[in-house]
């Protein structure tokens, strides 16, 4: 997902990046919100368009979100019921934020924890969410920042 904000002035750089962007067919979710398909060419379009914004002056921002699959009362649920890992990044090449959700089944929390520990990443929150999901997943909210 990319996330872009440019001021009024920008309007050619506004129309660049709308174009280009309808272009290549990306799910639109609002002003300035595109959601991408994972193919090659949507990655392209959308690592020239969030350069583009930056190199405008404005702000882009990048959202990956995974989806995982449960069971709920026998119905099959997964990333729409709220069953998915996201990571929202913002910044520059020189100071970064992250923050988002693992989800993890039981066996995972301690290796998930722990890679975002040696990693540098807080841990803001453990806990499960979803009652009565097959197999039980917890979520672990995370954040964290870097500078060059």
């Known amino acids: 997902m990319l996330i872009s904000s440019l001021p009024d002035q920008a309007q050619t750089t506004r129309m660049r990046l709308w174009r280009a962007l309808k272009a290549a067919g990306p799910a639109r ?5 595109c959601v ?4 090659d060419t949507a990655c392209s379009v959308f690592d020239e368009q969030a350069t583009q914004v930056i190199a ?9 979100t995974i989806w995982r699959v449960g069971n709920m009362h026998g119905m099959k649920i997964g990333g729409s ?6 990571a929202a990044f913002s ?5 970064a934020v992250t923050d988002g959700d693992f989800i993890m089944t039981a066996g995972e929390v301690q ?7 040696k990693a540098g990443i807080h841990i803001a929150a453990l806990h499960n969410l979803i009652m009565g999901v097959k197999p039980e997943f917890f979520f672990a909210h995370f954040r964290a920042k870097a500078m060059l």
């Open 29 to 33: 979710c609002g002003d300035g919100i």
């Open 36 to 39: 991408f398909p994972q193919t």
């Open 56 to 64: 405008a002056e404005s702000t882009a921002k990048v959202m990956v």
């Open 81 to 86: 019921m709220g069953l998915t890992t996201w």
């Open 91 to 95: 910044g520059s090449d020189l100071a």
């Open 111 to 117: 290796p998930v924890l722990h890679a975002l520990r």
